[in-house]
T-cell receptor, first 114, second 114 residues
Framework: DQQVKQNSPSLSVQEGRISILNCDYT??????FLWYKKYPAEGPTFLIS?????DKNEDGRFTVFLNKSAKHLSLHIVPSQPGDSAVYFC?????????????FGKGTHLIIQP | GAGVSQSPRYKVAKRGQDVALRCDPI?????LFWYQQALGQGPEFLTY????????KSGLPSDRFFAERPEGSVSTLKIQRTQQEDSAVYLC????????????FGQGTRLTVV
């Protein structure tokens, strides 16, 4: 039973437009959420995170929104750039992001078209 | 080094062979994690160390899997009598161990059991 779900295996977005990646979770104990980006043959790279006490966190072109009542979070990338093409993983933890293991979704492959 | 280092990058093992995968975490990072990523899936938690103590090994799939971190720094994941279903990328991550801090991943070791 997947506790973190990314229902879109892939997403294609035109360069310059907004990319929206979605993630749903079932465990109400999760209190810290992260997005990781992964290029082929590399390990996941941390992108942005959000604590459950917030509903929005912004870092440059990247914004993560958290809707606790819906158990849903999303990552917005605007404007999308060719270098954003990668697999994006949503991850969650119930004891803070670094203190215990993360539960990952299956990932969404984002393709930015020129 | 500046990041998490894993070796070897690639390992081909014959079924039944024992393998050992090494992880050098970021210097000073208290927490160390091992994950298994099968093709097309997100990383799945295997085990977690805080310094030299293995605090959680609930994700290890069988007693053929064993991890250690004897001096609280370098860690080794050992798989005995490898099976084909063990073929995956094994990712190591480390973090400062504080709540709400991200984990940094290595490039992973791709294990192929033939």
């Amino acid at each position: 039973d997947q506790q973190v779900k990314q229902n879109s295996p892939s997403l294609s977005v035109q360069e310059g437009r907004i990319s929206i990646l979605n993630c749903d979770y079932t465990n109400s104990m999760f209190d810290y959420f992260l997005w990781y980006k992964k290029y082929p043959a590399e390990g996941p790279t941390f992108l942005i995170s959000i604590s459950s006490i917030k509903d929005k966190n912004e870092d440059g072109r990247f914004t993560v929104f958290l809707n606790k009542s819906a158990k849903h979070l999303s990552l917005h990338i605007v404007p999308s750039q060719p270098g954003d093409s990668a697999v994006y993983f949503c991850a969650a933890s119930d004891q803070g992001g670094g203190a215990d293991g993360l539960t990952f979704g299956k990932g969404t492959h984002l393709i930015i078209q020129p | 080094g500046a990041g998490v280092s894993q070796s070897p990058r690639y390992k081909v093992a014959k079924r039944g062979q024992d393998v050992a995968l090494r992880c050098d975490p970021i210097s000073g990072h208290v927490s160390l994690f091992w994950y298994q990523q099968a093709l097309g899936q997100g990383p799945e938690f295997l085990t977690y160390f805080q310094n030299e103590a293995q605090l959680d090994k609930s994700g290890l799939p069988s007693d053929r899997f064993f991890a250690e971190r004897p001096e609280g720094s370098v860690s080794t994941l050992k798989i005995q009598r490898t099976q084909q279903e063990d073929s995956a990328v094994y990712l190591c991550a480390s973090s400062q161990g504080q709540p709400n801090t991200e984990a940094f991943f290595g490039q992973g070791t791709r294990l192929t059991v033939v």
